[in-house]
């Protein structure tokens, strides 16, 4: 999923500061998951911008609603009817969704709330992880499911750098060593023949250089 988190209140503030009617629009798809922008963060949030607009004497109107997704035209197309009375919507989407939701509806503002961060997985209550890059060529299965590219600090896909101690990452100690990880799991496989194999280094360009990235399925298309 994608994570994200909230920007600084007073941020978000001066965003918003020329508008007098807002709506707090949440998404209940991955940031409702990374507990940054599903119901409960709208309720929060739009519960401490009337507060503060209470305490300045501001007179703002600010209304809340979360859809299914903000990335997906079908969710956001349940705001026609009502997007038109408001000066503009702030968006706890994740970039993805703030830009879907701008270009359908190019007539309002849509302002971000949310810092949008990385792919990543939910570890436990509270912990959010990074465990892909998003490289649009996935070699998971040489590395027995641990992405080097996303969890080894220095990218390395030839085996580990060497300063690795206890299991723990020479760059962060507070990060297992994933080359430590690749080489355990695959010798529980029986499969660490699989590291015989020399990779080159990765094409990137199948992510930087090319402008933004689509997927096109024709099977999936009306
Ligand atoms: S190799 Fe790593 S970065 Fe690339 S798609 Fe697979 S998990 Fe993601
Ligand atoms: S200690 Fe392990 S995870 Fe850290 S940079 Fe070296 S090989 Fe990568």
Known sequence: MITAEQKPIDE?????????????????????ECAAGGEKEVAMLASAL???????????????KTIGRQCVRDFILELDEIIESYEAVLSLGCGAGVQAVSEIFEEVPI??????????????????????VGCGDCMLYYFAGVCPLARC??????????G????????????????QLIIERLEKFDALER???IYPPKDWSKR????????????QQK
Do not use: H
């Open 164 to 179: 690795s101690q206890d299991g723990r990452c020479e760059v962060d100690p507070d990060i297992p060593c994933a080359w």
């Open 50 to 64: 009337r507060m503060a607009a209470k305490m300045n004497d501001e007179d703002v109107l600010i209304e809340e």
């Open 153 to 162: 600090s220095k990218q390395l896909l030839n085996g580990p750098c060497g």
């Open 12 to 32: 978000i503030r001066k965003m918003i500061a020329p508008y007098r009617k807002l709506l707090v629009l949440g998404c209940g798809s991955c940031v409702a």
């Open 195 to 197: 590291l015989e194999e």
């Open 111 to 132: 302002v971000p709330a949310l810092n949008t961060e990385f792919l990543g997985e939910t570890k436990d209550q509270g912990l959010w992880v990074e465990n892909c």
């Open 208 to 219: 930087y250089g090319l402008g933004p990235r689509k997927i096109i399925r024709e099977d």
